[in-house]
């Protein structure tokens, strides 16, 4: 991806990297280190494997995860964060800390009702 083609908006690139639910939690598992794709799909529950691959692949070529295959049978793939990728930890710490100062609010406004 070339700057050229970012939007001028930096909020608007930051979403546009993290276009879907499944991209943030993601990078979460990822955090911890590199994980091999059945670890991935195991730890995110419900999403398909052709789902997976695909935001996999859309993050690679975006430069926030970097794949490596060993040539062993089973095929193995690791997927590991590129600095560009933990760059983000900080948008999902903030994400995380607005979303649990949201849950508090609305038990507050549960409970006045």
Known sequence: MLAKDLPKCPVETTLMMLNSRWKVLIIRELLTGT???GELKK???TITQKVLTSNLRDMEDSGLVERKVYAQIPPRVDYTLTDVGYSLAVVLDSMAEWGSAYKQLLK???KRK
């Open 35 to 37: 994980k091999r794709f």
């Open 43 to 45: 730890s995110l529950g």
């Open 108 to 110: 507050l406004i549960e």
